[in-house]
C-alpha cells in the first residue's frame, strides 16, 4: 500500500508538471489519481486511522486545486452522450452548434483562470514532493492483509447503504453520494487485484459500468440545468424542449440501468461480502485435482472435536463451566 500510494503521488506529480501540454486532459488525469490515492487511503482507516484521514483530506485538496472548469467540459461530454440518440437533422445540426458553442466556452475558462491555476499547480508540486518524503516513513509494518478486507468491506458497505437508500424516484443528490462510493470501491476492487484477482476480473468491471452509468447522468443533469438557465442556448424553442425531453428519458433509461446493475452487486440476494480476498477455488479447478486415495485400513473420518476460543487477555484456553 506504501508502494501504490508513493507510484500514485508520483504519477499526479508528473502529470501536473507537463499540464501545460494538454490541461484538460493531464489535469483530469491528476484528478483521478488523486481519487485513487484516497481509495488507498480509505483502505488504511481501520489499521491506521490518523494517516488515513491526513492522507485522504490532503489529496482531497490537490484534487480541488486542479478543479478549474471542470463543469464545461462535462456539458460536452454529456452533448456528446447525448447526440447517439438525436435523429433529426435540424436538431442535430443545433446540437453541434451547441457542441462547439460549449467547447469554446470551456477553452476561454481555461485561459481566464490560467495565471491562477499555473499558480495552484505549481503549489500542488512542491505540496506533491514534500507528500512522497511523508509516504516514505509511512508506518505500515504492521499493516495485514485482514485490515486491507476491513477497509475494502467498509466501503462495500457504504455501497450497500446508498443503494438501499435509492429509487426511481430518488432526488439527484442520493444518486450523486452512491456514485462516490461506487467510484472508490472500484478504484479499490483495481489496486487489491493481486490480492484478489478473481474479484477484480469479475466484480471491478461491473463496478466500473455502474460509475460510468451514474457519471453519464451527472453529466445529463448539468446540461439540464444549462438549458433550464439560458433557454435560449439552441435558438429554436422546439429544439430545446426536444432535447429535454431526450434528456429527461435518458435519465430515467441511465437510472434504470444503474439500478439493475446495483441491485446484481448490492442487493439483498447478492453476494455483497468481501470476507476474503483470496478467490475461491471454481467448479474447473476442482475438477483438475486428482482423486483422492486411501488406504484399505484407513479409518473413517470422525467428527471433529471442537476447541474453545481463546482467551482474549492471554494465551490461555477459555474454560468452560
Not at 480476498?277 to 467428527?303: C, F, I, N, W
Request: proline fraction near 5%.
Amino acid at each position: 500500500m506504501q508502494r501504490v500510494l508513493r507510484e500514485q503521488n508520483a504519477r499526479i506529480l508528473a502529470l501536473l508538471s507537463q499540464w501545460q501540454v494538454s490541461p484538460a486532459d493531464a489535469i483530469h488525469r491528476a484528478r483521478q489519481g488523486c481519487k485513487r490515492a484516497r481509495a488507498v487511503a480509505q483502505l488504511l482507516k481501520p489499521a491506521m486511522p490518523y494517516a488515513a484521514i491526513v492522507e485522504n483530506a490532503f489529496y482531497r485538496d490537490i484534487q480541488k486545486r486542479v478543479a478549474y472548469a471542470r463543469d464545461a467540459e462535462a456539458l460536452v461530454e454529456a452533448l456528446d452522450y447525448l447526440e447517439i440518440g438525436v435523429t433529426e437533422p435540424r436538431l442535430a445540426e443545433s446540437v453541434a452548434m451547441l457542441r462547439e458553442s460549449l467547447a469554446a466556452r470551456a477553452v476561454r475558462e481555461l485561459e481566464a483562470h490560467r495565471t491562477n491555476l499555473r499558480d495552484q499547480i505549481e503549489l500542488a508540486c512542491h505540496l506533491l514532493g514534500d507528500a512522497d518524503r511523508r509516504l516514505a516513513g509511512l508506518p505500515s509494518s504492521d499493516l495485514r492483509r485482514r485490515d486491507l478486507r476491513r477497509g475494502a468491506d467498509r466501503k462495500w458497505q457504504r455501497c450497500v447503504a446508498g443503494f438501499a437508500a435509492l429509487d426511481a424516484g430518488s432526488p439527484a443528490a442520493g444518486y450523486h453520494a452512491w456514485r462516490r462510493q461506487v467510484k472508490y470501491a472500484a478504484n479499490q476492487t483495481q489496486l487489491l487485484a493481486k490480492l484478489a484477482p478473481a474479484r477484480a476480473l469479475t466484480i471491478g468491471p461491473r463496478l466500473r459500468e455502474l460509475a460510468s452509468l451514474l457519471g453519464h447522468a451527472q453529466d445529463l443533469e448539468l446540461l439540464e440545468i444549462l438549458l433550464q438557465e439560458q433557454p435560449d442556448a439552441l435558438r429554436i424553442d422546439t429544439h430545446v424542449q426536444r432535447l429535454r425531453q431526450l434528456i429527461a428519458a435518458s435519465l430515467v433509461q441511465l437510472r434504470h440501468r444503474a439500478l439493475q446493475v446495483g441491485a446484481e452487486l448490492f442487493g439483498p440476494e447478492a453476494n455483497s461480502s468481501v470476507d476474503a480476498l483470496e478467490p475461491a477455488v471454481t467448479e474447473q479447478q476442482y475438477a483438475r485435482k486428482g482423486a483422492a486415495t486411501q488406504a484399505p485400513d484407513d479409518p473413517g473420518s470422525r467428527p471433529r472435536r471442537v476447541i474453545p476460543d481463546r482467551d482474549p487477555h492471554s494465551s490461555r484456553r477459555r474454560q468452560y463451566r
